[in-house]
């Protein structure tokens, strides 16, 4: 073999050797990328099972303290701050997380030490909150809406109940007006409201329980008052059941997101 052959078939093999050597450090590096992404789905997998392990525990202290944690967010949300709007009106805390924040009086209570500890319990207080009034109150349902977005929809449904009480106290002063005058008894006269007249009535007219309107007066409140307790016993009945169902809608789901 000539000098200039040996130097070509020297040329190939060192070019076949470059190649190899080039491609089995693509294939190594492929295998590598590959195997980092498998571990971060894993780690992602495992991230996601707590996020929803979490979730699902959740959903099972609802059921126990979800109604005490909703009436209390209730009262932060009908908790007036420091803070004004542009009509000089004070502005009330959106819930547990803005009122432990920016309440230094609130934060500092005995019971809030105990039950919210730092900013961390307060957003979950929120979101427990938002989900109690996804269950038992939201309509319509939808089960995929957001923690954010419930917790501004139940904002919104505080603020009519704090409307809607304020037309109830004028509706009980009414009733209380005309039984007054005409001892008559209306659906939004109150049990309180009823003994209290009863008692003024007792006191105005010595002997009345023995006339006729007397008698009428209190077996028209005692018709009302049943009726009145029937219907709210149904409603509340029903509300409980809705809540049980959409609860344990949202543990199936939960449960079978975890065991897949």
Excluded at 43 to 72: I, M, P, Y
Excluded at 94 to 121: C, Q, V
Excluded at 149 to 174: G, S
Excluded at 181 to 186: K, L, V
Aim: with cysteine.
């Amino acid at each position: 073999m000539s000098w200039s052959s040996a130097a070509s078939h020297d040329r190939s093999r060192a070019a076949i050797a470059t190649r190899r050597n080039e491609t089995g450090g693509a294939a190594k590096t492929e295998v590598a990328k590959r195997a980092r992404k498998l571990v971060a789905h894993r780690e992602n997998l495992k991230r996601r099972r707590k996020d929803v392990e979490k979730d699902l525990n959740a959903a099972r202290v609802l059921e126990s303290d979800g109604k005490e944690t909703f009436s209390k967010f209730r009262a932060c949300c009908n908790t007036a701050s420091k803070l004004k709007d542009k009509d000089d009106v004070f502005i009330n805390y959106l819930g547990f997380e803005d009122r432990w924040s920016n309440d230094h009086e609130y934060r500092s209570r005995p019971s809030t030490l105990r039950d919210i500890p730092d900013k961390n319990a307060a957003l979950h207080r929120d979101s427990q909150a938002a989900l109690y009034f996804q269950d038992d109150f939201m309509s319509p349902y939808d089960p995929n809406v957001q923690i954010k977005e419930l917790l501004m929809m139940a904002r919104i449904w505080i603020r009519r109940r704090a409307d809607e009480h304020a037309e109830k106290q004028e509706a009980l002063t009414r009733a209380w007006v005309k039984a007054e005058n005409d001892g008559i008894a209306t659906p939004d006269l109150s049990k309180s409201g009823f003994d209290m007249l009863c008692k003024m009535f007792k006191t105005k007219y010595p002997g009345c329980e023995e006339h006729a309107w007397y008698k009428k007066f209190k077996s028209q409140f005692e018709e009302i008052r049943v009726a009145r307790r029937a219907t709210e016993r149904q409603a509340e009945e029903d509300r409980v059941e809705q809540a049980k169902v959409r609860n344990e809608a949202r543990k199936a789901k939960l449960t079978t997101v975890i065991e897949t």
